[in-house]
């Protein structure tokens, strides 16, 4: 979280301010976004004139991020800020597995299992923050922030799959693909962190951010709903 010091006040202009002096800051971070989650949809589908169905199981991955934040003083060292992060998509894969009813007998499934490629993920957040800002050294401070967060998570998730018959005696059945869908859904949660920048000058710094958001977005799956989480640990670099 490397911070961008606007212009000092005009009563400061001949002296180099120290970071409480500035009315306001912008941040420019790249960093990551880690968590750890697996979840699961199901299906069904008609075929022999039965029913058939499939789970499909999808294991989250941590992704890079982009922040970009600005904010203004308020009173002494109470600060107003405005975040916008965007997790750049990750591509996963999704372990798919169906009960297929016997073509020649009823009530005698089978079993099959596989793996459906290329699922994409990304996510959109917006982080309203207070932060209060306190300078160790003239060229050195932290800030602790919180408050609350938006999310727009995309998802891709499995809505059929393709059956093919192995031959007689009709024992054995593959899933040879499966269909994706794109759903989204936005949701409110919160976020707390900090950051530390030290300014090499009176309008430049670098520093370090780390920030942990939490909600829960309920994504539609034709059938009901599927609960991810959204947010995550997320740290990064910038200036």
Do not use: C
Not at 20 to 42: E, L, M, N, P
Not at 91 to 107: G, I
Not at 118 to 137: I, P
Not at 175 to 189: F, M
């Amino acid at each position: 979280v490397a911070v961008l010091a606007l212009m000092p006040d005009p009563a400061h202009a001949q002296s180099a301010p120290t970071p409480t002096a500035d009315r306001g800051y912008i941040h420019v971070d790249v960093g990551a976004q880690t968590k750890s989650q697996t979840f699961s949809t199901t299906g069904d589908f008609p075929i022999y004139d039965e029913t058939g169905s499939f789970t499909s199981e999808v294991k989250a991955k941590s992704g890079v991020l982009l922040n970009i934040e600005g904010g203004a003083r308020v009173w002494r060292d109470l600060f107003v800020g405005v975040a916008f992060t965007q997790r750049f998509k990750t591509t996963h894969d999704s372990a798919v597995t169906a009960s297929v009813p016997h073509p020649l007998f009823y009530d005698m499934p089978r079993q099959a299992s596989s793996t459906v490629p290329g699922l994409e993920n990304t996510e959109s957040d917006v982080h309203v923050s207070l932060s209060w800002r306190a300078t160790v050294s003239g060229h050195f401070d932290v800030r602790l922030f919180g408050g609350p967060s938006f999310f727009n998570v995309k998802q891709d998730l499995v809505t059929a799959v393709a059956i093919q018959e192995n031959g007689a005696p009709f024992s054995t059945v593959s899933i040879t693909g499966g269909t994706l869908t794109r759903v989204s859904k936005s949701t409110v949660g919160f976020h707390v962190g900090a950051d530390a920048t030290y300014m090499f000058s009176r309008m430049i710094g670098a520093g370090i951010l780390v920030r942990y958001s939490k909600g829960t977005a309920d994504l539609p799956t034709g059938g009901g709903t599927v609960s991810v989480d959204a947010g995550g640990f997320e740290g990064g670099l910038g200036a």
